[in-house]
């Protein structure tokens, strides 16, 4: 059963510190590795993914990755309160397709 | 990123009836495409998914005679509930995903169904 695993939160920063949000997996073939964000009535968006260990920063966003950990996180720089929203990390294994979902993490930036 | 449509964007429907959901990758050609239900405040959960010409596969619990899915091409999927009931009414999703990528999945902005 693979499994991908989020603390639900809710996680609450000031306006401008970092936020970070993080999902640890069970399966060790995982090889793709995605960050979505959800607002609340609304449907996820794709925000980040990541393949290699290490970090991938995009703009305000940087993603990390320990394969050995089994771990990956989502650092969100500057937070605004636009960025209150659960963020959802899913996980694709290889020789699949289908990706596994966390439950989740709600995020909330207060000014 | 890539855009996904569907349509409609709201539906309210009578028990008994049934509800057809549109999902257009605008473009890019998605080789696969997932249907996800997702009551209030809780997580995602995927229902089937779906290869271009293929059968979909559904996942356990869901019920493929009453969740009709077709892919008929590689910008195109539906979702038919039918014979809607009351606890059919739920937020439905579609993403699609392409073997030319990583499978990173784009969503369309969801139908919200409802049934009365």
């Known amino acids: 059963q693979k499994e991908v695993e989020q603390n639900s939160g809710p996680l609450s920063v000031p306006e401008g510190a970092i936020a970070s949000l993080n999902c640890t997996y069970s399966?060790?073939?995982?090889?793709?590795f995605f960050w979505y964000r959800q607002y609340s009535g609304k449907s996820p968006e794709l925000i980040m993914f990541i393949y290699s260990n290490g970090d991938k920063e995009d703009g305000r966003f940087t993603a990390q990755l320990n394969k050995a950990s089994q771990y990956v996180s989502l650092l969100i720089r500057d937070s605004q309160p636009s960025d209150s929203a659960t963020y959802l990390c899913?996980?694709?294994?290889?020789?699949?397709?289908?990706?596994?979902f966390g439950r989740g993490t709600s995020l909330i930036v207060h000014p | 990123g890539a855009v996904v449509s569907q349509h409609p964007s709201r539906v309210i429907c009578k028990s008994g009836t049934s509800v057809k959901i549109e999902c257009r990758s605008l473009d890019f050609q998605a080789t696969t495409m997932f249907w996800y239900r997702q009551f209030p405040k809780k997580s995602l959960m995927l229902m089937a998914t779906s290869n271009e010409g293929s059968k979909a596969t559904y996942e356990q619990g869901v019920e493929k005679d009453k969740f009709l899915i077709n892919h008929a091409s590689l910008t195109l999927s539906t979702l038919t509930v039918t014979s809607a009931h009351p606890e059919d009414s739920s937020f439905y999703i579609c993403s699609a995903a392409s073997d030319a990528s990583h499978y990173e999945q784009y969503f369309g902005p969801g139908t919200r169904l409802t049934v009365t």
């Open positions: 899913a996980v694709v294994s290889g020789g699949s397709y289908i990706p596994t």
């Open positions: 399966d060790r073939g995982s090889q793709s």
